[in-house]
């Protein structure tokens, strides 16, 4: 049963919750839901998909700045009560002005995923917003102590957002990144011994260590040396959420490409990346080792 997963790492599908919020962005939820619906544990085996879809959405039918409508599974109600089902939650831009402005989903949503992964650490979770989804991470505070990018234009807002954020709750701030496809915060797993880990911050670092940013990522499964402790993710920051945001609108299918090399393995998205026809335009990955 999905509710008793431990870590979204196995031949199941791994369970992905879309929140879609009225004139969101189209591509930002197009791009990764074919990346995500075109995974498979085998590339010949039709029936070995890597990852489940499920869309919530305000209404049955979600309108999108485009003007094209799609159906929603999940009422934000119902999202809220199954929200332990999901491996993976994944934040759209659009509409932002007026979310921010009336407080509306999926900022509640954003607030209750980190929140569950704090009191269930030892689920392995992900936080995954495209484009301008950004602002309602930084809105919440997830963004606090954490690096982080948006689309392009709207990076002066949403670093006001984030540094508001930060005033606001008396926390450390977001060192906001440019030019980058997506950024990738990761503290959850430890290979090798911590001392000889760069990747690895301690508090004797007294802060980030932007010097340790890396581009890529480097699939789990190839590796035999991943070691993972529980009593060490409740300690980490958010109990250990990987929090992933991506730049503009196409951006969303580097970061999901990233995440199906973490979670499956290199090959599969290798393998959809040639589906696609889409070259994969590597991100950072920063405060942690990608595993």
Not at 60 to 66: A, D, M, Y
Not at 75 to 104: C, P, W, Y
Not at 145 to 162: I, K, R, W
Request: hydrophobic residues 40%; aromatic residues 6%.
């Amino acid at each position: 049963m999905a509710a008793h997963k431990t870590s979204a790492v196995s031949d199941e599908p791994i369970d992905v919750l879309f929140a879609l919020q009225p004139k969101f962005n189209l591509m930002d939820f197009a791009g990764p839901l074919e990346v995500f619906t075109s995974a498979q544990h085998d590339p010949k085996d039709e029936a070995s998909k890597a990852f489940e879809v499920t869309i919530a959405g305000a209404e049955p039918k979600v309108i999108s700045e485009q003007g094209v409508i799609i159906g929603s599974q999940l009422s934000f109600k119902e999202a809220h009560d199954r929200l332990e089902e999901f491996d993976i939650l994944v934040i759209v831009g659009g509409n932002s002005k007026e979310i921010l402005d009336k407080e509306q989903e999926p900022l509640g949503l954003i607030n209750n995923w980190a929140e569950l992964q704090k009191k269930d650490p030892a689920r392995e979770r992900t936080l995954l917003s495209v484009c301008t989804g950004a602002l309602f991470l930084a809105r919440e505070n997830i963004l606090s102590g954490l690096s982080a990018t948006t689309h392009p234009d709207y990076m002066t807002q949403f670093e006001n957002v984030c540094s508001d954020a930060a005033t606001r709750n008396l926390t450390e701030r977001t060192d906001v990144i440019e030019d980058a496809r997506y950024v990738v915060n990761n503290l959850r797993f430890d290979l090798g011994e911590e001392d000889e880990n760069p990747y690895i911050r301690r508090k004797s670092d007294g802060g980030r260590r932007p010097s340790n940013a890396r581009k890529g990522s480097m699939s789990f499964k190839g590796s035999n040396l991943r070691r993972e402790s529980i009593a060490r993710r409740a300690a980490m920051r958010l109990g250990g959420l990987r929090v992933i945001t991506a730049g503009g609108v196409s951006a969303g299918i580097d970061a999901a490409l990233y995440l199906v090399s973490a979670l499956v393995d290199d090959n599969c998205a290798a393998e959809v990346a040639r589906l696609l026809q889409w070259t994969w335009n590597k991100g950072v990955v920063v405060d942690g080792l990608d595993v």
